[in-house]
């Protein structure tokens, strides 16, 4: 039925979707179902300690033994001055007293480091299917030594300028991420001016650009979003708020509140909670938030997290993108056999 | 070889393809050439004085008989306050002496008014086949004497809200409008809250939720396009941006040459130069003036007007969308032929 057999000969999938990497909210429980059910299932694994991480890749080789895909986060060690932080503190001073939170004391520290060494470690001696990363790729040596054990490359470009970057450094496949994306937008060449392109933009310029497949991300969320992704030159479908409700997905119970009652209009771009943009439920925070020139990414939870955990009615930082209305319901097996039925009937 | 017919049937098409109305940039000789190749032919007539209107309408009824459509905007009328004047000359003053301008005197007046009595006369006297409305929709009365002469009425919606608004008060379809349109955006609703929705997350959610055909605008600029439009529900597209090149559009020289040197990522979204969000080549005067609080639409044009005029290298105001790249070439009747051609391809 597919148009576009690439991603699938790739990697062996039955069916060209991956299940896209939420950090904090996939896990190994909605990954196997996804991979098991004839796509690629993937583990958000940037946000989480060295333990945890080797718990969840065994957990994941112990549910299925098809492919899956394990993400990282390539963004740039932070750095922060003192005045920055100064600034911040007294900038989020009235937030910390409007919900009788403590200041966070000391110089801010990143509560995860970007993808390195002991990443690598760890994926060498189990090499997954695939590695994908977001906000750019590792050294060369890193990609060079997963090619070597026969791991696909994967990662995110939001402009023609990305992908062709990706492509260059030996990226296998490229996903196109649009502007609908809920989550943290891939944005690394320039994140200072984000191009801000939607799918339906992005996506056949980036298809016309590079060699490789690419694979739409961002608003796909239906059967007909998936015939829509092949006709405009896509050869693979990466589909995350489809699955954030799911009961195999953990988000919090805020975050999936709102992804449920989420609509067209409900959510907004913000750098406000982490330091990176990334598209979020709309709330008056994030709003009131979007005058503060945040810490860089991740420093800025250090100054956010302490609202989040004390007040998390006014401040959860809920990601989903701008299909969340579209999403069908269920265990993720049976949403992802609708999605496909669904494209199926679309695409004939 | 259309899946959806119901705007083709509507109004006598061939082709469910609209030529985007680009007031300022469109003409009798642009809305004829498509109206003659079946599709529909659309003059921008908001910011026209009412004698060239008069002109153009009897210029496009020479040129064709088939069913064109006149648009206009329905803005409200601007108000402007002394202190806000005031801090706009302050903010603009170094942009006045960077280019030797001297700045506008007086108080500061709109350079067209929107969708009125006169305009309605006009129509009345010789209605086209669609008259179209951007940022809302004439009153009641106007549309009830509009749709007696047999005129469908058409206007954009950017969010879902905003499309059951239209269908509600009796629009024949409506333009779902994405993100990456180029030009002005048709938000009405919630100005000050764009959702800014891509158009592969709006298309779809406006389908499900009105009854009148929807038309995918934003992004579309090859096949494509058009089959992923009709992939996700749409029953036509607009096309501006793919036209505005074409040797019958009169764009001025800046404004053409930005568009043909157009890339995914070469435009920005703006209020500064008009008062309203509109997607435009990204130059640093855009930048410098995202941090300048703009005068209500179109009052800004007086503040900005004169510095086009002097130094219209640094200060053109280049409309057009983030699929300027995948344009094809020509004059206007080979473009749709190919457009057409392609569509007809890609949804085989």
């Avoid at 890749?57 to 390539?74: D, I, W």
């Avoid at 003192?82 to 919900?99: F, G, Q, T």
């Avoid at 300028?161 to 060449?189: K, N």
Wanted: proline share 9%.
């Amino acid at each position: 039925m597919w148009p576009d057999m690439r991603f699938c000969e790739l990697l062996g999938l039955d069916h060209p979707v991956i299940q896209a990497p939420m950090a904090g909210t996939s896990g190994p429980a909605l990954a196997a179902a996804v991979s098991n059910a004839g796509g690629l299932g993937s583990l958000g694994c940037a946000t989480l300690p060295p333990q945890r991480l080797r718990d969840e890749m065994r957990a994941l080789a112990e549910r299925t033994n098809r492919p899956v895909n394990l993400n990282f986060f390539c963004h740039a060690e932070p750095k922060m001055d003192a005045d920055r932080h100064a600034a911040l503190m007294d900038a989020l001073a009235p937030h910390y007293a409007a919900s009788g939170v403590a200041p966070p004391e000391g110089a801010p520290s990143a509560p995860f480091a970007p993808f390195g060494a002991a990443h690598l470690d760890y994926l060498l001696e189990q090499p997954p299917a695939v590695a994908s990363f977001h906000f750019g790729l590792p050294d060369a040596a890193a990609i060079a030594a997963l090619k070597g054990r026969g791991c696909r490359i994967l990662s995110s470009a939001t402009t023609v300028a990305e992908a062709r970057w990706l492509a260059e450094r030996g990226a296998d496949a490229i996903i196109a991420q649009g502007w609908e994306a809920g989550g943290h937008r891939g944005v690394f060449l320039d994140p200072a001016h984000d191009a801000q392109i939607g799918l339906f933009a992005l996506l056949p310029q980036v298809v016309d650009a590079v060699d490789v497949p690419v694979i739409a991300a961002g608003g796909v969320a239906d059967g007909r979003g998936i015939a829509a992704a092949f006709a405009l030159g896509a050869a693979g479908v990466q589909i995350g708020t489809a699955f954030l409700t799911a009961p195999e997905a953990t988000p919090k119970p805020h975050h999936a509140n709102a992804a449920r009652a989420g609509t067209d209009d409900s959510t907004r771009i913000s750098s406000a909670v982490s330091g990176r943009p990334a598209r979020a439920h709309r709330t008056p925070w994030l709003d009131a938030m979007a005058r503060v020139e945040p810490a860089p990414f991740p420093l800025m939870y250090h100054y956010t997290a302490p609202l989040q955990a004390a007040d998390a009615d006014r401040h959860h930082f809920s990601l989903y993108g701008q299909t969340a209305a579209l999403a069908p319901e269920g265990p993720a097996e049976v949403r992802f056999r609708l999605l496909i039925e669904d494209a199926a009937r679309a695409m004939t």
